[in-house]
DNA sequence: GGCATCCAACCTAACGTTCGTTAGGCGCGC
DNA sequence: GCGCGCCTAACGAACGTTAGGTTGGATGCC
């Protein structure tokens, strides 16, 4: 179950550094060996293309914000109502960042220089993932657990919200990943739910 | 002070809409060139290079969004809350998205293969930008309008839940920009107000 | 009207560079 | 001695960009 540190992970790593930083499109090969002290052709040996690089990174991402959230929703009890499921939700998907921006900025924003199959593929789970978020907005909705506005909107606001902070969040920011998971939690739940004043 | 269309505006327009498509770096001279039936050496009697486009683009979009934030919060009376300017700030903010989502996009992620002062002067602006948002919202909190939370991380998360429209918003999208504009003011807002159940 | 002039817009051809990628070989540790 | 990890060299294609020439319609002047 462990995975050891092979070469190929390295340069999975730099890489998505890099694509994090500058882009895919605007990330060579021979800018990704640089970094590893080593010539571009010498990656070949260890992949068999640049979008083979960004294909592996965006599914190990996708495997990451897939698990997450399902462990996350799996551990709530039966009981548990919108409010506590948008929690857990919101998180886990902050908590994947945290633990790697690089690899989960890949999942947010290259994955389009994706093509063909795999771009379709990779499409088709964000859309799978959004709509977990989606239903459990749209179920508190209908419950009257949540003010009834667009479940659709809603969702989408909170995703792309938490979405940003795979492009803003350093490891070496002012406040630690729980304090910024507890805020969002607020800022997201709050704001589906009324307030009586 | 009316602008008419010059064949430098046609050539932004067509850069713009390929720049939010694909991005910039994957975004050549020629791509550009063929989408106005012309050859890519032609482009080159209106446009003194390839970032050259990029920086028009990106100016004229800080130039919207600057202009739209001033001027709504510029019309508020002066009794308004944080919950109010805040408001004004989001449906300017929706509106620039809405009225040209392809320039909005540049300004919003393709700035940053800008290069040396223009890159600098560019991140001081969209600092600037945000700061203005910061500094409502912080104000609401110390007033007591809104929940004490971190002015900083409240901004953001508004601010990038924003942004994510000028990526997802379509012309023919199931919602008029306005519609949108009232949910998101709503998100927006309550998710830095006390709810008092 | 006829003619020269102008100018914006486009063309073809080519430049030097960088791109992703392939081929074949070399050295070092188990 | 086998194989992993790297090397040099090179490929064709695409890149941003420059140079110099052609077109066609508007303008000014006789």
């Known amino acids: 179950m462990l995975e050891l540190p092979t070469r190929r992970r390295a340069i999975e790593n730099v890489a998505s550094g890099l694509f994090r930083e500058r882009g ?24 068999t293309s640049k979008e083979d690089v960004l294909w592996t990174i ?24 919108a409010a506590e499921s948008i929690a857990a939700f919101v998180r886990a998907h902050v908590a994947v960042i945290a633990s790697d921006p690089e690899l989960a900025n890949v999942f947010v924003h290259e994955w ?3 093509t063909g199959e795999r771009r379709r593929a990779i499409l088709a789970r964000r859309d799978a993932y959004e709509a977990r978020l989606r239903d459990i907005v749209g179920r508190g909705m209908t419950d009257g657990e949540l003010l009834p506005t667009d479940p659709a909107i809603a969702a989408t606001f909170i995703l792309t919200a938490l979405n940003g902070l795979a492009t ?12 910024i998971a507890d805020h969002y939690v607020g800022f997201a739940v709050r704001a589906l739910t009324e307030d009586h004043r």
Chains 1, 2 share one sequence.
Not at 24 to 47: E, F, K
Request: charged share 25%; no cysteine.
């Open 58 to 81: 965006v599914e190990r991402s996708a495997e990451a914000f897939e698990q997450a959230a399902a462990r996350s929703l799996a551990g709530l009890p039966a009981s548990a109502g």
């Open 24 to 47: 895919y499109a605007a990330t060579s090969i021979r800018d990704i060996a640089r970094a590893l002290d080593v010539q571009g052709s010498s990656l070949y040996a260890h992949v």
């Open 168 to 179: 803003w969040y350093r490891a070496d920011g002012r406040l630690p990943p729980d304090r």
């Open 112 to 114: 389009r220089h994706l």
